[in-house]
């Protein structure tokens, strides 16, 4: 009651908003940009050292510029000054946009012509390199899109872009106050915890000396105060005895509200960030499903993907997925699921080594689940299931979040749903967690098995945090809240680790106590992604059945014909074509009109390489065996069906079985356009 009378929760906030700028200790504006639109994304950007701008738009601080989902290029400089003092770090600050809000634009920062990081509506600050203080003037280009921001005809306003000097112990006590301020909002008003949460807060910004904002007593005052911040924390009691595992992930839509092209783009952009916060943060781990996503990086920025392999090599960057993309797994067909797996765990093994990949399916965004998964799965080699999307069901809900999912043959893989809650929902889970305070606690008290402890064991948790659907991943305050929360008051002991170890210890801790899931896992929900986009949908099979044939066919014409080669290259394009088309947000029809008319254009390169694969193969056939009509049964069991072919017979001529010599019933008709003149009965 003190504390409401007080009104120290909103104080303590308004404080901490009174702060924030003073983390910026010396700040120095760089020029206006200079503007140019580009027609699309796979247009090469003009980012190098040398590029003539003269003739580019100025955008002064405070313009309104951009059009709605345009590509562009911003060209600008820095130079960090010599007198800013040695040692303390040096970011820039991009608030190109409006900061925060969805109309903030996407971009790519060359610095001197190289990629280095992003900057987007979450990650408007990047650090700088300490040798670029060296007097010189140096290149910025961003390369971005200004992203699906408000109505159409909406602009963006252009803020004030500087190069700015971190005072790091004034950062380092507002994410220490942060992190309490949002644990006392988060805890019941009778937890004991709460109220000396609160205390610490009201003693420690007493101590702050904010008479002279930027002022040297300001910043001599930080040191103290946040000693008493952390000394205030550390008496208001014990973390719970149950554990929260935190995962770095950013989910990237291969195509939703964007066309593939964009999708490149924002992978490259999320990637960029997260290695540039890995440098900042020892502890980050961070999880990434979708070898597509890596081989757009290994196309379009190999030293990037050089860095991916150098993180993953320390243990850091975690592979995971097993599917070439997160595929609809009830309208891809069997044999496409399979090839999901074998794709994905092919390309993982053969650019990141054998055994790499965390043996997880990671699907945390699909529609539904069939019952032959579990089968898949083990199959394709991995142990374990990953998803929160069940939760989004809209009548029932599955009464575990940690369970053993049986397929239709028996075979058992051990899931887990995230119970981390979705804001503004009284059920969904989340995979874009925020990693705040209450996001963490939020987690434990969804899960919905906490009576699954035993012998002093209770099973661990996991979240997944960081921006996504058009990715982006966590943030440095994300990151900075989990290095506080790691054993709070009255909040569950929290770390960041792998999906992979998090697995194993629920399986170690709790595997035998798990119940078990027998049946398919149904989605009540998005139920329009069954019909939604059918010409997809047709075109989709119509591709499988012409990969199975064309393989089929070029398998015989292997064994039959010496001279052959086999035509493994054009068959995996056509399958990674196919797989791809089979994303989520693509073969269900969620996406926008613009990836349809990619889809299109991709689905005709298909039928071209899967009917060359075909005629190619037939015509080796044809070369090894007797007879003047080749008809050939790409299935694996006989059949009674009709055969056309271009041509009719010659009066008098008639077909017959070269093996038996038994003619064929043949039947001459009058050619509709477009189909064949005559068919034989067998």
Not at 413 to 425: A, D, N, R, Y
Not at 530 to 539: A, C, D, H, I, V
């Amino acid at each position: 009651m003190s504390h409401q009378i007080r009104w120290t929760i909103q104080k303590i906030a308004q404080r901490l908003n009174l702060i924030e700028p003073l983390v910026y200790r010396r700040r120095q504006t760089i020029p206006s940009f200079r503007f140019l639109p580009l027609i699309g994304p796979r247009e090469q950007p003009p980012v190098g050292v040398d590029v003539d701008d003269s003739a580019w738009t100025v955008i002064e601080p405070y313009d309104y510029w951009g059009e709605w989902r345009q590509n562009f290029v911003l060209r600008s400089s820095f130079q960090i000054p010599d007198e800013w003092e040695k040692g303390l770090p040096f970011a820039l600050s991009l608030p190109i946009g409006t900061t925060g809000d969805f109309s903030h634009p996407e971009a790519l920062a060359y610095i001197d012509g190289v990629s280095y990081a992003a900057c987007d509506r979450h990650h408007h600050e990047f650090a700088l390199r300490a040798d670029w203080q060296d007097a010189q003037v140096h290149t910025l280009a961003l390369h971005g899109w200004t992203a699906a921001h408000g109505e159409h005809g909406a602009q963006l306003l252009m803020k004030p872009c500087e190069v700015v000097q971190i005072d790091q112990p004034t950062r380092d006590f507002i994410a220490t106050a942060r992190v309490a301020l949002g644990a006392a909002e988060s805890l019941a008003e009778a937890v004991p915890a709460r109220g000396k949460l609160l205390y610490a807060l009201d003693r420690a910004f007493i101590l702050l000396d904010t008479r002279e904002p930027f002022g040297e007593d300001f910043y001599a005052s930080v040191a103290e105060a946040h000693s008493v911040l952390k000394e205030g924390i550390a008496q208001a009691g014990a973390p719970l005895d149950v554990e929260v595992v935190a995962t770095g992930h950013a989910h990237i839509d291969v195509a939703w509200l964007w066309t593939l092209g964009q999708t490149r783009r924002k992978a490259s952009r999320t990637f960029h960030t997260v290695d540039r916060l890995m440098e900042q943060f020892p502890d980050y781990h961070f999880t990434q499903s979708q070898p597509q996503l890596y081989e757009f990086m290994r196309q379009d920025h190999p030293d990037l993907f050089e860095a991916i392999k150098q993180r993953v090599a320390e243990g850091r960057w975690e592979l995971t997925g097993g599917m070439w993309v997160e595929a609809d797994c009830n309208l891809s067909g069997p044999e496409s699921l399979a090839r999901q797996f074998l794709l994905g765990r092919s390309f993982f093994a053969e650019h990141f080594g054998k055994d790499i990949e965390t043996p997880v399916l990671w699907l945390p965004d699909v529609f539904g689940y069939a019952w032959a998964l579990p089968q898949l799965i083990k199959q394709a080699g991995l142990e374990y299931f990953f998803t929160i999307k069940i939760g989004w069901s809209q009548y029932n809900r599955l009464p575990f979040d940690s369970f053993w999912w049986q397929g239709i043959d028996g075979t058992r893989v051990l899931t887990h749903f995230s119970p981390t809650p979705e804001k503004g929902s009284a059920y969904a889970s989340t995979y874009n967690a925020m990693a705040t305070p209450d996001d963490i606690l939020g987690t434990w008290t969804n899960f919905r098995q906490k009576d699954l402890g035993h012998d002093n064991v209770v099973p661990p948790v996991l979240t997944a945090f960081g921006f996504g659907d058009g990715g982006g991943g966590p943030t440095r305050e994300m990151l900075e809240n989990l290095r506080e929360m790691k054993e709070f008051p009255a909040f569950p002991r929290t770390r960041q680790g792998d999906v992979g170890s998090f697995f194993r210890q629920l399986e170690e801790t709790s595997g035998s106590q798990l119940p078990t899931w027998n049946g398919e896992l149904y989605l009540e929900y998005h139920r329009g992604t069954y019909t939604t986009q059918s010409r997809n949908k047709r075109w989709n099979r119509k591709s499988e059945f012409l990969l199975h044939d064309a393989e089929f066919l070029a398998a015989q014409a292997s064994l039959l014909n010496n001279d052959y080669r086999y035509p493994d290259k054009e068959i995996t394009q056509a399958w990674q074509l196919i797989c791809l088309n089979q994303f989520h947000d693509i073969i269900p029809g969620s996406s926008i009109h613009d990836v349809y008319v990619e889809s299109e254009q991709q689905y005709a390169e298909i039928a071209k390489l899967g009917n060359s694969v075909r005629e190619g193969a037939l015509q080796a056939i044809a070369r090894q065996v007797a007879g003047d009509v080749l008809i050939a049964n790409p299935i694996s069991f006989e059949r009674n069906d009709l055969a056309f072919w271009p041509e009719s017979l010659p009066a008098g001529r008639h077909l017959q079985n070269s093996h038996t010599g038994s003619p064929c019933m043949y039947r001459a008709q009058t050619a509709a356009p477009g189909s064949m003149p005559g068919h034989c009965i067998n």
